[in-house]
């Protein structure tokens, strides 16, 4: 459509133009044609005057009537005037024609001199010209000289509109026609005839080949990196995928962005549209430790750094608890703000072979107390958590009386059944924050935590001593009542650090032990005569 | 060529000669003087009566006279042949006649002598008592 409207317009340009020219033109040419033309008729008029001047003149000068009458019949003959009139001596002598009085028209004359004596003034000839036809011809020769103009405007005009669609219009109209049918990166390119080679017609193909070769050297290469990316895109959409860890993308507020196959399997989760994950808090539904969870999230996003934790998470087929450990990365900020990329993967059996080793490491495995190793490490932390002044409390070792007699008796299953009843006996009479450990043999260790005032530890001591008044069927038919010796050191009282508090536990029980056994003791300093080791 | 030759030639012949021109009427004529201009109009057939009223009866000399041509130029500023060319429109519009031609002086004086109308010219000379001056012309404009 366009490419003809460029033609229409130029031609309403040009043709608009030229009719205002003509029109115009025209009219100046016409008036001023006019005008001359009845300025020479005019002048023909006073021409044909003065051509019979000389005669009327005689005439008018010797009162000639004859002559008078011929001179103005001879004027007359002339279709430029309808009249004329000899006047001498005030008298007309001569008159042919319309005169002026019905002809209603100006006059147009001359004074006749005596032909003897120019000074003389004799008569006058007068004419009265035929105006309606000076007119009549003026306005032909005005109207053919402006009609000629306005043909030759138009021409001209024609020529003009011929000229420039032939040498602009057509080739831009080519140009334009190719231009739109070219598809950039199909390869083709305008061609241009020679004549257009050196104007602006050649440059501006010249100029839109070149852009049509840039556009297409970066389609190509737009292409070649869109390949690029969509293989790059498949490979990480595979790892997304195909991943064993389950990454999933959540806003600061815990909604969820995207995540993988995997999440959805570790976490049980039915996969969600995009479109439903609304205001959904995932990380509350997913973590049992969700403040935790968010917690790290808001950490990862100020510190604009990883972090990680084992968490656990909710799984909603069986209500076992399975480990995961989460890390959290801040994944830059999009229109809704901020963004954490997740990676979990599931880590509950190493979660619970942990708990296995350190059960077997921190367990006694006959009394399911803790060991030795664990007790210590007990102490020395409650120790550094407690600083001196601050936290009380009482060590108790332990030492069964007898036991040894029992074990050569009866055997090592009856000792053994001994040392797992007195076990649960000790366990079930302090609190569980209190810790209960088997050292080794026959010997047992207990902290209590929370215990500072000594007659509070008496009371225990006291029941711990009661409770084994009930005698222990060490085989069947076999009841045997067995007593224990217990040595009490109180932190920070009787030491400040791990080992002299047992040190001190130990001389109180060994106090015990020498004095009758079957009793608990307190430390006394006063008895530091007797050697450490003595115990051991 | 000849025409003009005479012409200069009648010319310096004329120069003692043809000194002054008397225009001359009849004695009995009541016309006692004339006006060049009165002259004029009477010879170029304006006026064909003398300013009295009396009807006037021009005569004139054969064409080719030098007198002739003098008198003209003298009179109306005009050669010969312009005079004659005036006379000749004249005749073509008719009624009009232009003055009678007589062959010499003494035809003219004889004439004027005789007619109480007639009024002709003549070069400076002795005239008959019956034939009057009206008008002396001078030989030069």
Same mark, same amino acid.
């Given at each position: 459509?366009? *490419?003809?409207?460029?033609?229409?317009?130029?031609?309403?340009?040009?043709?608009?133009?030229?009719?205002?020219?003509?029109?115009?033109?025209?009219?100046?040419?016409? @008036?001023?044609?006019?005008?001359?033309?009845?300025?020479?008729?005019?002048?023909?008029?006073?021409?044909?005057?003065?051509?019979?001047? $000389?005669?009327?003149?005689?005439?008018?000068?010797?009162?000639?009537?004859?002559?008078?009458?011929?001179?103005?019949?001879?004027?007359?003959?002339?279709?430029?005037?309808?009249?004329?009139?000899?006047?001498?001596?005030?008298?007309?002598?001569?008159?042919?024609?319309?005169?002026?009085?019905?002809?209603?028209?100006?006059?147009?004359?001359?004074?006749?001199?005596?032909?003897?004596?120019?000074?003389?003034?004799?008569?006058?000839?007068?004419?009265?010209?035929?105006?309606?036809?000076?007119?009549?011809?003026?306005?032909?020769?005005?109207?053919?000289?402006?009609?000629?103009?306005?043909?030759?405007? $138009?021409?001209?005009?024609?020529?003009?509109?011929?000229?420039?669609?032939?040498?602009?219009?057509?080739?831009?109209?080519?140009?334009?026609?190719?231009?739109?049918?070219?598809?950039?990166?199909?390869?083709?390119?305008?061609?241009?005839?020679?004549? &257009?080679?050196?104007?602006?017609?050649?440059?501006?193909?010249?100029?839109?080949?070149?852009?049509?070769?840039?556009?297409?050297?970066?389609?190509?290469?737009?292409?070649?990196?869109? &390949?690029?990316?969509?293989?790059?895109?498949?490979?990480?959409?595979?790892?997304?995928?195909?991943?064993?860890?389950?990454?999933?993308?959540?806003?600061?507020?815990?909604?969820?962005?995207?995540?993988?196959?995997?999440?959805?399997?570790?976490?049980?989760?039915?996969?969600?549209?995009?479109?439903?994950?609304?205001?959904?808090?995932?990380?509350?539904?997913?973590?049992?430790?969700?403040?935790?969870?968010?917690?790290?999230?808001?950490?990862?996003?100020?510190?604009?750094?990883?972090?990680?934790?084992?968490?656990?998470?909710?799984?909603?087929?069986?209500?076992?608890?399975?480990?995961?450990?989460?890390?959290?990365?801040?994944?830059?900020?999009?229109?809704?703000?901020?963004?954490?990329?997740?990676?979990?993967?599931?880590?509950?059996?190493?979660?619970?072979?942990?708990?296995?080793?350190?059960?077997?490491?921190?367990?006694?495995?006959?009394?399911?107390?803790?060991?030795?190793?664990?007790?210590?490490?007990?102490?020395?932390?409650?120790?550094?958590?407690?600083?001196?002044?601050?936290?009380?409390?009482?060590?108790?070792?332990?030492?069964?009386?007898?036991?040894?007699?029992?074990?050569?008796?009866?055997? &090592?299953?009856?000792?053994?059944?001994?040392?797992?009843?007195?076990?649960?006996?000790?366990?079930?009479?302090?609190?569980?924050?209190?810790?209960?450990?088997?050292?080794?043999?026959?010997?047992?260790?207990?902290?209590?935590?929370?215990?500072?005032?000594?007659?509070?530890?008496?009371?225990?001591? @006291?029941?711990?001593?009661?409770?084994?008044?009930?005698?222990?069927?060490?085989?069947?038919?076999?009841?045997?009542?067995?007593?224990?010796?217990?040595?009490?050191?109180?932190?920070?009282?009787?030491?400040?650090?791990?080992?002299?508090?047992?040190?001190?536990?130990?001389?109180?029980?060994?106090?015990?032990?020498?004095?009758?056994?079957?009793?608990?003791?307190?430390?006394?300093?006063?008895?530091?005569?007797?050697?450490?080791?003595?115990?051991? | 060529?000849?025409?003009?030759?005479?012409?200069?030639?009648?010319?310096?012949?004329?120069?003692?000669?043809?000194?002054?021109?008397?225009?001359?009427?009849?004695?009995?004529?009541?016309?006692?003087?004339?006006?060049?201009?009165?002259?004029?109009?009477?010879?170029?057939?304006?006026?064909?009566?003398?300013?009295?009223?009396?009807?006037?009866?021009?005569?004139?000399?054969?064409?080719?006279?030098?007198?002739?041509?003098?008198?003209?130029?003298?009179?109306?500023?005009?050669?010969?042949?312009?005079?004659?060319?005036?006379?000749?429109?004249?005749?073509?519009?008719?009624?009009?006649?232009?003055?009678?031609?007589?062959?010499?002086?003494?035809?003219?004086?004889?004439?004027?002598?005789?007619?109480?109308?007639? *009024?002709?010219?003549?070069?400076?000379?002795?005239?008959?008592?019956?034939?009057?001056?009206?008008?002396?012309?001078?030989? &030069?404009?």
């Amino acid at each position: 459509m366009n *490419i003809q409207s460029l033609h229409i317009k130029v031609s309403l340009s040009v043709a608009a133009a030229a009719l205002f020219v003509v029109l115009l033109s025209s009219q100046f040419f016409y @008036q001023r044609s006019y005008e001359k033309s009845f300025a020479d008729s005019e002048r023909s008029v006073q021409q044909l005057l003065e051509t019979v001047q $000389a005669t009327a003149a005689i005439a008018a000068y010797v009162g000639n009537r004859e002559l008078a009458q011929q001179v103005v019949t001879g004027l007359t003959q002339n279709d430029i005037v309808v009249g004329a009139k000899i006047v001498a001596n005030k008298e007309i002598i001569g008159q042919h024609g319309r005169t002026n009085a019905d002809a209603k028209q100006q006059l147009i004359s001359i004074s006749l001199n005596a032909p003897f004596d120019e000074k003389e003034k004799v008569g006058e000839l007068a004419v009265v010209p035929n105006f309606p036809l000076i007119a009549l011809r003026a306005r032909d020769s005005a109207m053919a000289t402006a009609i000629g103009l306005a043909a030759q405007a $138009a021409v001209v005009a024609l020529l003009v509109l011929i000229l420039v669609y032939w040498m602009m219009t057509r080739p831009l109209s080519y140009l334009s026609g190719r231009l739109h049918r070219i598809t950039p990166g199909d390869g083709n390119r305008l061609d241009v005839a020679g004549v &257009h080679r050196g104007d602006e017609i050649g440059l501006l193909a010249g100029d839109i080949n070149a852009l049509l070769h840039t556009v297409e050297t970066m389609l190509e290469e737009e292409r070649q990196l869109r &390949h690029r990316v969509e293989l790059l895109e498949t490979r990480f959409r595979g790892i997304f995928e195909d991943s064993s860890a389950g990454i999933f993308l959540v806003r600061e507020r815990g909604t969820l962005v995207t995540a993988n196959p995997a999440f959805f399997h570790l976490t049980g989760l039915t996969e969600i549209p995009q479109s439903a994950t609304g205001d959904d808090n995932i990380i509350a539904r997913v973590f049992l430790d969700h403040e935790q969870a968010s917690s790290l999230i808001k950490l990862s996003l100020i510190s604009k750094r990883p972090h990680s934790a084992d968490l656990r998470i909710r799984t909603e087929q069986d209500n076992q608890v399975r480990w995961v450990h989460c890390i959290f990365s801040p994944a830059g900020n999009t229109q809704q703000g901020a963004t954490v990329e997740g990676v979990m993967y599931d880590v509950t059996q190493r979660k619970y072979s942990e708990e296995r080793i350190r059960e077997l490491a921190e367990k006694d495995s006959l009394t399911g107390l803790s060991n030795r190793q664990a007790a210590e490490s007990a102490l020395e932390e409650l120790i550094q958590q407690a600083p001196v002044g601050g936290k009380e409390f009482a060590v108790m070792l332990i030492d069964l009386d007898r036991f040894k007699t029992i074990n050569d008796t009866y055997g &090592h299953d009856a000792g053994d059944k001994v040392l797992v009843t007195i076990a649960a006996r000790l366990r079930k009479l302090v609190r569980d924050s209190d810790v209960v450990a088997r050292l080794g043999g026959d010997e047992f260790l207990l902290i209590l935590n929370h215990a500072g005032k000594i007659d509070t530890i008496k009371r225990i001591a @006291q029941k711990i001593l009661d409770a084994q008044q009930a005698p222990i069927e060490i085989q069947p038919g076999v009841l045997e009542k067995i007593g224990m010796s217990i040595g009490i050191a109180l932190y920070p009282e009787h030491g400040d650090n791990a080992l002299s508090v047992r040190k001190h536990a130990d001389q109180a029980m060994y106090i015990v032990k020498r004095q009758g056994k079957n009793n608990y003791a307190f430390y006394d300093p006063s008895d530091n005569d007797l050697p450490l080791t003595a115990n051991n | 060529m000849a025409k003009v030759i005479m012409l200069i030639a009648a010319l310096i012949f004329s120069g003692q000669l043809q000194a002054e021109i008397l225009v001359i009427v009849n004695a009995q004529n009541s016309v006692s003087a004339l006006e060049k201009k009165q002259v004029m109009d009477l010879f170029m057939g304006r006026a064909s009566a003398f300013p009295n009223g009396q009807s006037a009866e021009t005569l004139d000399l054969k064409t080719g006279t030098p007198l002739r041509a003098h008198f003209y130029k003298i009179l109306t500023g005009k050669n010969e042949a312009q005079v004659d060319a005036y006379w000749a429109t004249l005749i073509f519009a008719g009624r009009m006649s232009p003055p009678k031609q007589l062959v010499d002086e003494q035809t003219l004086i004889a004439e004027v002598a005789r007619n109480t109308e007639a *009024i002709a010219y003549v070069t400076r000379q002795a005239l008959p008592k019956n034939v009057k001056i009206v008008t002396e012309l001078p030989s &030069h404009e």
